[in-house]
């Protein structure tokens, strides 16, 4: 599944190039030709960060994996390619709903004028999501788990924040197809909130390597072998709705946008006929 995502999101790339390509030489919309651009290369690097994780099963925060302990399954890889992937995600999902505020005249969240306003960016979660990595990492070097649980309530706030703003998208939308893409990211995003507060955060905060295993772990580059451990069917939700659910989403924002960007460019090589006419 997440390699299918992997060759969709490439043809999405392709083709939104393509298209800014045409409208940046035929003086068209470079600024969302740009953003589009931008939102799809985030997705790829999303969907590339699922489908090198499904085919490297590994808990970081247990320093363990399924298949024979490589450099790839390391909790130092695993992590990187994951902060990669989470970060883009991130970006791809705040350039939809700026651009999309922008198109259908939506007030944006709660604290989004506060936070551009103190940073000029106007994406309220790049500052959650970078102290949620960071937290993240923090869990990996100490093997301490409290500070996943720290990284999932940054999550949450995050969901909440898409939360809001695509209500107020859906609210605003009048195309069945925003209608459905403001709804799929509300539906997530109330699911994003709900998962860490119900089912991540109690896992990460009960969980605790006991003394042998804290003694097993070789290292930062190395994880243990453990492919019969029950771990693997309680963190089975977790895998499915991260790299199946999450990055088929991801493919469908991609989608939306890039045929955003088609409309937008046809409405702007419109406007000088328009002007001839009159």
Known sequence: FAGTAVGIVGILLIRAGVRWFEDHEMGGV?????????????SLLFVISCLYRALNIADEGAAMCRSEP???????????????GEVALVIQVSLYIDETAHRLHAARGLWSNVFSRATSVSFSTMGPVL?????????VLSGNSKF?????????????????????????????????M???????????????????????????????SAARVPGLWECIQEKDSPLWLKRLPFFFCYFIGCSWSSVAVAYRFALGLKRAAAAARREPQKSKTE
Request: glycine share 6%; net charge neutral; proline share 2%.
């Open 131 to 139: 102290v949620a990595e960071t937290l993240s990492w923090s869990g």
């Open 148 to 180: 996943y649980c720290a990284e999932y309530v940054l999550w949450m706030i995050i969901a909440f924040t898409w939360a809001w703003d695509s209500a107020e998208l859906l609210h605003k939308s009048i195309r069945l197809g925003d209608q459905a």
């Open 182 to 212: 403001h709804a799929l990211i509300l539906i997530g995003s109330v699911g994003l909130f709900m998962f860490n507060a119900f089912f991540e955060i109690p896992h990460f905060f009960k969980y605790q390597r006991d003394d042998t």
């Open 70 to 84: 490589t450099h790839f399954n390391a909790p130092v890889a695993g992590r990187f390619v994951a902060t990669i």
């Open 30 to 42: 470079h600024s969302f030709g740009r953003k589009a651009l931008f939102a799809t290369v985030a």
